[in-house]
């Protein structure tokens, strides 16, 4: 028998009730209504579970971006450190610095302190030195007050040359342009003599630095008398030390300012007569108030000099020497004086043969570059 046969007779033989067939049906419906929640329930979980992994996802995300923030703040705390390390070492260094600084200016300041007790020495010299007209020949500029110099230069020349000073720098101008001149001396002879500039070396600064010296003494206010006696009456006045005096070295007279200078050999000497001041000497047998003052040594401190052409003064070398020096030099003289070759008046000239060596004086080179 098949199954479809047993079934057959199954169902033929056992009839449900109706009881059993709603029981059925409701435990269906039950069924489906549970269904229907498990259905819910698992959209809800689905729902939740894709909530759950997008909250996941932004959580990994937001992980991710504080740990690169936290990266990100690390590396700046670090290079924070670094420059605060870097400030700190460079603040050191300045301190440092600044200590160096503050013993050089500790150091200076000592210096400063030392020259402002000399400059204070030195005033109280300078308001016990005898008075001297001075006239200033100089100017006054935006920088400092300057003392126009007048300086004294020697200019050895050489054989064989000539120096020519005239009154008009245009006509030095034109013969050193002109430079080979041909001068007829006569007879069928002649010379040629080139003409060259003439520098000088001239002082454009002078700084000089003076001390009291301890060994000199300057002497004011003195009688009218002839210099010799008056410098013995002098020098045996301050050699006794009755009178405060010693040993003399030198007795000299300054006639510029009229005054005398005694040099003692010893060093403790002019001190104690400066202090004084006032001394009377015995000069033909009357007592004359004569008054002692501190001698101030000069040192060049600082000295620039600067190389200046003479606008008036024109040298001429290759002076053969063919005949007797004032005639050759009326020559030569006479040729540069005339303006048909290219001269012009003549201030100064000095010919210096050939085989002597002389020297020309300079005086006067102001700083105009004006030769005297």
């Known amino acids: 028998m098949s199954s479809d046969e047993d079934f057959s007779l199954v169902t033929d033989d056992i009839k449900p009730s109706k009881d059993s067939l709603e029981e059925t049906k409701a435990l269906i419906a039950n069924y489906k209504k549970k269904y229907a929640q498990l259905v819910q329930e698992q959209r809800e979980l689905a729902t939740s ?26 590396r700046l705390y670090e290079e924070n450190i670094a420059n605060e390390k870097t400030k700190v070492i460079s603040m ?31 005033a109280n010299v300078f308001t016990g030195v005898p008075e001297r007209l001075v006239v200033f020949r100089g100017s006054t500029g ?14 050895p020349m050489e054989g064989g040359t000539v120096l020519v000073t005239f009154e008009e720098e245009v006509v030095a101008s034109k013969v050193l342009d002109m430079k080979k001149h041909r001068v007829e001396l006569g007879s069928e002879c002649s010379i040629t003599a080139e003409a060259r500039p003439v520098q000088l070396m001239l002082p454009r600064l002078v700084e000089l630095d003076s001390e009291v010296s301890p060994q000199h003494i300057l002497i004011s206010n003195l009688p009218k008398l002839e210099t010799d006696m008056l410098l ?34 010893e060093k403790d000497i002019a001190r104690g007569l400066t202090d004084k001041e006032h001394h009377e000497v015995k000069i033909q047998q009357k007592m004359h108030k004569v008054r002692v003052t501190p001698f101030l ?40 004086q005339k303006s ?17 060596h002389i020297s020309a004086v300079f005086e006067g080179v102001s700083t105009e570059r004006e030769e005297e």
Do not use: W
Request: hydrophobic share 30%; proline share 2%; charged share 30%.
């Open 49 to 74: 579970r894709d909530d759950q992994r997008e909250m996941t996802q932004k959580f990994k995300q937001r992980s991710v971006k504080l740990v690169q923030e936290l990266k990100e703040d690390q």
């Open 92 to 122: 050191q260094q300045e301190e440092s610095e600044l200590m160096k600084e503050i013993l050089k200016v500790q150091e200076a300041l000592k210096g400063e302190e030392a020259q402002n007790d000399h400059l204070k020495q030195q």
């Open 142 to 155: 935006s920088e400092a007050d300057t003392f126009e110099m007048k300086p004294h230069i020697v200019y």
């Open 232 to 265: 013995n009456k002098l020098e045996i006045h301050f050699s006794k030390r009755k009178h405060g005096g010693g040993e003399v070295d030198n007795c000299e007279m300054l006639h510029d300012s009229e005054t005398v200078v005694i040099t003692f050999v």
């Open 297 to 336: 040594n000069g040192k060049i401190t600082n000295l620039r000099t600067e190389m200046t052409v003479c606008r008036r003064t024109v040298l001429l070398t290759g002076i053969p020497d063919v005949m007797e020096r004032e005639t050759l030099q009326d020559l030569l003289e006479i040729h540069f």
């Open 340 to 356: 048909t070759n290219g001269g012009g008046e003549i201030e100064a000239f000095l010919y210096n043969p050939l085989g002597q």
